[in-house]
């Protein structure tokens, strides 16, 4: 089963509006950690944000928050003030508390228009 | 620190050719993973290093291998490359070698393999 979903293959955006990605996720686990990654035309992997299923707050940093609903299995990326620069692949991963390695979705690529 | 480095950058196999892909990171990170991108499949885990000399089967091992005899470096073997395997590698690294789910994974610049 996928560990983690990412219906969006694809959005637009205006510039300077704020845009949601989905993730949902699947687990059994109490403990784990979600995560979002950025990549550009240019092919490299940027971290962006962080939550862990014990963080009673959503994480922030910068123009990127993270909705994280628990209950719902949800960690939605938001991007405020959306920039040209923004265009890119966005991808959610998962990493759980027996296991080492990471997991992904398949990725929303994100389009901001002028 | 450079982070992790991966090398080639890009690299051109006829079937049945074998190769290492080089990763070294020199952030002092235990864990160290290789993963596949394919289009509309996200990145999927190859393998995986706890530490040196210990290393593991992610999501889709075979055809590949790899040895961990430093904290450094995790080179991937493709020991008959096959058109399948043609697809974007990463390496990655984090710190913890044990159940850290706040560790984040820092990736290298990938290599974009193409077996004919």
């Known amino acids: 089963a996928q560990k983690i979903t990412q219906t969006q293959p694809g959005m637009f955006v205006q510039e300077k509006e704020a845009v949601t990605l989905d993730c949902t996720y699947d687990?059994?686990?109490?403990?784990?950690?979600l995560f979002w990654y950025k990549q550009p035309s240019s092919g490299e992997m940027i971290f962006l944000i962080y939550?862990?299923?014990?963080?009673?707050q959503n994480a922030t940093e910068g123009r990127y928050s993270l909705n994280f609903q628990k209950a719902r299995k949800s960690a939605n990326l938001v991007i405020s003030a959306s920039q040209l620069g923004d265009s890119a692949m966005y991808f959610c991963?998962?990493?759980?508390?027996?296991?080492?390695?990471?997991?992904f979705g398949a990725g929303t690529r994100l389009t901001v228009k002028p | 620190n450079a982070g992790v480095t991966q090398t080639p950058k890009f690299q051109v196999l006829k079937t049945g050719q074998s190769m290492t892909l080089q990763c070294a990171q020199d952030?002092?990170?235990?864990?160290m993973s290789w993963y596949r991108q394919d289009p509309g499949m996200g990145l999927r885990l190859i393998h995986y290093s706890v530490g040196a000399g210990i290393t593991d089967q992610g999501e889709v091992p075979n055809g590949y291998n790899v040895s961990r005899s430093t904290t450094e470096d995790f080179p991937l073997r493709l020991l008959s490359a096959a058109p399948s395997q043609t697809s974007v590698y990463f390496c990655?690294?984090?710190?913890?070698?044990?159940?850290?789910?706040?560790?984040?994974?820092?990736f290298g610049p990938g290599t974009r393999l193409t077996v004919l």
């Open positions: 939550q862990g299923s014990y963080d009673e």
């Open positions: 687990t059994s686990d109490q403990s784990y950690g």
């Open positions: 952030m002092n990170h235990e864990y």
């Open positions: 990655a690294s984090s710190y913890s070698r044990g159940t850290g789910v706040s560790d984040t994974q820092y």
């Open positions: 991963a998962m990493r759980e508390d027996v296991f080492n390695d990471m997991r």
